[in-house]
């Protein structure tokens, strides 16, 4: 049981609802702090985390109501610009994780963010998914949708959903 | 990160419903299997691991077709061999932690195991429930329903359900 190849976990993060880019959202910092202290613990050699951030594209195609989009290539900069406020929310996690001295990888996917997590698994196959979750009651949920739910009843693999601690869940409880 | 409090893993364990008594089920000892593997991993002092087995109470309470139940004693020495059983079935899980170094806990409940184990996790307050899962489709689990689902909706701390590995399955699914 010593040795042999780390316990590879994917954690979905994604930036905070309420100070956006590059902060993380309430859950993930939740999510990510459980892993490091119920199950890394001490042993930074035996585990590899892998980080996933999925984008939700705009419907309309625009994610800056304060900018004008006139040519092709004001909407590549815009591209541009997303995959640079997702790297600097990764940021966050990878520096983390060299500090404490455990292996990582991290990426950025656009679409829908439950399928995209589950198809993320398929194709990269962790031994162990971790999302944070609002802990919605089920009320909120109808009109929000829980990525937590999906990934438990679809992904390929097992799931832990870690919800966020009563005394950070904010004062609407929509917001993360 | 090192050192401190070990993380309380919680595991819910039942027998087989092929082997009976003192057998695990196929789903309880892949669920244990895969904390081993990949959550302790040679990391033996930072779990504790808690085994919770929840025994139901026959309905008409005979649990032996081939016995007679005539009087008062009949029925506590029924109750008393239940016990028995499942202390044997418990052993499996302990022995197999003293081989490896890793502290735990066993005990038995009687109920109906999604509501046991919620109400144990209540009381013992683990840092994370694991459940074994016969991983059946939407038409099976009408009709047995699933333990795992349960707890992952109702029990007050983070949940893994750990499917069973398709070449563990037995001809008919609803087996363990």
């Known amino acids: 049981m010593a040795g042999g190849e780390p ?7 994604n930036e905070s609802t309420i ?3 590059p902060h993380p959202s309430i859950s993930s910092r939740g999510a990510f702090d459980w892993i490091l202290q119920k199950i890394v613990r ?18 309309d195609g625009f994610n800056d109501m304060d900018s004008m989009y006139a040519s092709p ?7 541009h610009r997303d995959r640079i406020r997702g790297i600097h929310l990764l940021e966050y996690f990878v520096n983390r994780c060299h ?10 996917k656009k679409g829908d963010p439950k399928e ?3 198809h993320e698994v398929k194709r990269v196959q ?6 944070g979750s609002r802990g919605l009651g089920p009320f909120q949920r109808v009109f929000v949708g829980t990525v937590s739910e999906f990934c438990q009843k679809h992904a390929e693999c097992p799931v832990i959903s870690i919800k966020r601690r009563a005394d950070e869940t904010p004062q609407d409880p929509v917001d993360d």
């Open 126 to 131: 962790p031994d162990l998914l971790v999302v």
């Open 73 to 79: 290539e004001d909407f590549k900069n815009m591209t």
């Open 7 to 13: 316990t590879r976990i994917m954690i979905g993060v």
């Open 116 to 118: 995209v997590i589950c």
């Open 42 to 59: 001490s042993n930074t050699s035996g585990f590899k985390l892998l980080f996933l951030h999925v984008q939700v594209p705009d419907e």
């Open 19 to 21: 100070k956006g880019y």
């Open 99 to 108: 500090e404490i001295g455990v292996a990582c990888e991290a990426w950025i």
